[in-house]
């Protein structure tokens, strides 16, 4: 409110309002313009206010002329966003019953020009079977809760079969030819997926690092598999396994061993008694002193002659002063440092302490940019995959849950819920639940199992969205399934146990690995 701002996500809400009571025309004598023509894509993804916003100007241009005035352009199956407020019922059954049936066609596109044959036929194999495993078990979960009186029977026939009827028509044709028919690899790891082995065989293969994207799941996981192939490349003396790493998300420039020395001698520089930034600078520079050893007089006596420097000029004193230069394995990093201390000098007079005091409280989260070139290999997650296509997809953790997100001691979820069955309970309205599965066992057990479903719909969806970016190769890396945990309990239990006997297995000294198709 001090400064006049508004977030992008509140302006449908300002919309709402505005739009409220308001017919067509005076929408259109507001915005100072008129529409005949609508075209909205990814359109599963819409929110429901965003739908009651659009749906007068729609309905006025659909009214206006006989011609199609209206299109939306969506798939249910690829629907990720159900957390940001996306619903896929609208694109499902929800557009067609307030646009008017008669007066609406739906039209599949079912040809896939992006992939080789055998991945087309894989990820249509694959999800059909997965889907229908699943399936059968929510509906027989469903019938459970219902024998043992958890939810009411109009709740279980509402959410049945829901999951398969989303995937109704889910194969697609394909239509790219080439001499090689496209390969597909669901490799089973004990500790970790051998990931640098797999980009080696890729590499050996004729691939280049450009052809190749890995596929997590979050963030974290992508901070892992980047540090994974850093830790490679510092260490690899083959030019053909030579490559540099891009991702939007998982190169923190504060995380590096490096940029947390620089920052140290910063700190130092300012505070010679700071232990914390005396133990980092310990355990880069002399592994072998105490953490806690007292700075020597020439140690102190660099640290005086940075502390009136700008942040600028003490980088380049320390970058040289310690050689940093030559730890080629680092140069990205000190380069994406050396940015972020000159775009912070442009606009004030800054010293260190005032660079230390931004670094704290934004710049140590920001993520290094690496330009992109024949030499890169690219880590995303699924969600800013959609769209996009390589010639080598590698999914490294194929183990998302398929159940809510439980609530843990740092992160709440959260299920917006009303109690059934108990009037003081019902009288309280609607609730912001803990997710735990206890809730099944409760008087909020109905939104219980319908956000349970939704669930394993968002979940089974990046599946869906994930298998296709691979244009000629596909590589899936699951985790040996726990005798401890819950039969299918995740998307990459789901799909072993979907596995037929006759796919082909095999074994290496990497892992136990189903093959489709010839590497």
Known sequence: EQENLMLLSETKYLLSKFIADN??????????TRFERFMIDEFQDTSLKEWQNFLPLLQNAMSQSADTSVLLVGDVKQSIYRWRGGDWKILGSMAAENLGTDDTAIVNLDENWRSLPLV?????????????????ILNNELNTAVSEKRIPQSLAT?????????YNGHEQHPRRRAEHDGYVNISIYDEQPPIIERIKRLLDKGFLPKDIMILVRDKSSGVDIAHTLLDFKQCNNEPIYDFDVMTQEALVIGSSPIVKFIIAIFALAINPDDGISRAIYRHFDCCN???????????????????????ESAFERIVMHFSLSERKEATAYLQALHEQIVRFCIDKVADISIFLKWWNERGSTLSMSIEQSDRTIEITTIHKAKGLEKPVIIIPFCNWKLDPRT??????SYIWANGEGDDDVENLGTLPINTKSIMADSPFASDYYREKVYSHIDNLNLLYVAL???????HIFVPTPSVKGRQNDTVGKLLLSSLSVTDRKMDSEECVYYEFGEF
Do not use: M, W
Not at 294 to 308: N, W
Not at 407 to 412: F, L, M, V
Not at 468 to 474: G, I, K, Q
């Open 468 to 474: 296709p970016r691979a244009a000629e190769s596909l």
């Open 23 to 32: 017919d067509t025309p005076f929408i259109y004598e507001k915005v100072g």
């Open 120 to 136: 087309v036929n894989f990820n249509n194999d694959c999800i059909g079977r997965v889907v229908q495993l699943d399936n059968g």
């Open 158 to 166: 509402e959410l049945h079969d829901i999951l398969s009827t989303a």
């Open 289 to 311: 002193d105490p953490l806690d050893k007292a700075l020597t007089e020439a140690e102190l006596e660099f640290l005086q002659s940075i502390r009136l420097l700008s942040p």
């Open 407 to 412: 609530s843990t001691g740092i992160i709440n």
